[in-house]
């Protein structure tokens, strides 16, 4: 079946820590995206990429790194320097940046600062 | 700074009758426009797609675009308990391909 996983399910972070969040497709989508989903929010564009080994800051994204190393793959850092990690974060890709109304999202992964 | 306006609810409608939920958005330049529904704990779903004014039909939904006024709009009509969730309304403008994301609407089917 393709798809978009994400990994882990619920993730908890320390002060100081850096995490990361997995994220792979095998739709063979060149775009990729990471949102930030708060309570009561919508969703808030982190970076995204449309091809291997290049990607765009979004909205929010002091704190966040990434890579695009294989076309399949998108992995985000939280680093320390992100202050308030605790959210629901959301990767998703589609077929084009041209396209990037039609998303298709992973599961998402929960991460809690402690 | 773009906005995209959504009420947040809850809408409570009885089952089986028509939802009406609303999306106004501030760019006047937006050509596309989505809506996605999202379950509790549960990463959004693309549901409609319009990107012309007037009304586009599927199943029990249907979005009706306005550009004039700013507004896209979802109706479902039959109204089922599966269809309680948060619908969330997503617009592109012509300058970039990123999503604005309104905050979503809270839409709750009562059996």
């Known amino acids: 079946d393709g798809g978009i996983t994400q990994s882990p399910k619920y993730l908890f972070r320390k002060e100081g820590q850096n995490v990361t969040l997995s994220c792979e497709q095998n739709?063979?989508?060149?775009?990729m995206y990471w949102y930030r989903q708060d309570p009561g929010q919508g969703l808030r564009l982190i970076y995204y990429?449309?091809?291997?080994?290049?990607?765009q800051k979004g909205d929010i994204a002091e704190g966040y790194s990434v890579s695009r190393e294989k076309k399949e793959s998108f992995p985000l850092t939280v680093t320390s320097a992100q202050k308030n990690p605790t959210a629901f974060y959301l990767c998703?890709?589609?077929?084009?940046?041209?396209?990037?109304?039609?998303?298709?999202f992973g599961p998402g992964t929960r991460l809690t600062v402690l | 700074q773009k906005e995209v306006e959504q009420n947040s609810g809850p809408l409570s409608v009885p089952e089986g009758a028509i939802a009406s939920l609303n999306c106004t958005y501030s760019?006047?330049?937006?050509?596309?426009f989505f809506w996605y529904r999202q379950y509790s704990g549960k990463s959004p779903e693309l549901i409609m797609s319009?990107?012309s004014n007037g009304d586009k039909e599927d199943g029990r939904f249907t979005a009706q675009l306005n550009k004039a006024s700013q507004y896209v709009s979802l109706l479902i009509r039959d109204s089922q308990p599966s269809d309680s969730a948060t619908y969330l309304c997503?617009?592109?403008?012509?300058?970039?391909?990123?999503?604005?994301w309104g905050a979503g609407t809270k839409l709750i089917i009562k059996p």
């Open positions: 319009i990107y």
């Open positions: 998703a890709s589609s077929r084009l940046l041209t396209g990037a109304g039609e998303q298709f």
């Open positions: 760019d006047r330049g937006s050509q596309s």
């Open positions: 990429s449309q091809i291997v080994n290049d990607f």
């Open positions: 997503a617009v592109i403008g012509d300058s970039n391909y990123q999503l604005i």
């Open positions: 739709l063979n989508h060149d775009a």
